[in-house]
């Protein structure tokens, strides 16, 4: 059984960092796409950053030049570091990834809150 467990959320002031991490764990064959996703109240979830097994990235537009996106295949994480930090940015931040077991499927961590006072 595959879980995706995340870490690294909580409440920072704005123009500060948080550094969001995420390990899977389980009876992983491979591991493709990692992603990050975010989702504030009232509003459908939407992807934050993403990144292949081969280091290839891709940003919202909302959080370029502030969010980078990385990942440790050796240790099946991926990680999410979050400078300049803005009240906007506030919402529950759900790692995703595709991953290869005896077939391939779409997993999802449980959420972590990150709040951001102004």
């Known amino acids: 059984q595959v879980q995706l467990v995340e870490s690294g959320g909580g409440l920072v002031q704005a123009g500060g960092s948080l550094r969001l991490s995420c390990a899977a764990s389980?009876?992983?064959?491979?591991?493709?796409?990692m992603g990050w996703y975010r989702q504030a109240p009232g509003k459908q979830r939407e992807l934050v950053a993403s990144?292949?097994?081969?280091?290839?990235?891709n940003y919202a537009d909302s959080i370029k030049g502030r969010f980078t996106i990385s990942r440790d295949n050796a240790k099946n994480t991926v990680y999410l570091q979050m400078n300049s930090l803005k009240p906007d940015d506030t919402a529950v931040y759900f790692c995703?990834?595709?991953?290869?077991?005896?077939?391939?499927?779409?997993?999802w961590g449980q959420g972590t809150q990150v709040t951001v006072s102004s």
């Open positions: 995703n990834a595709v991953i290869t077991t005896w077939s391939v499927r779409n997993y």
């Open positions: 389980g009876s992983i064959f491979s591991i493709g796409v």
């Open positions: 990144v292949t097994n081969g280091g290839n990235t």
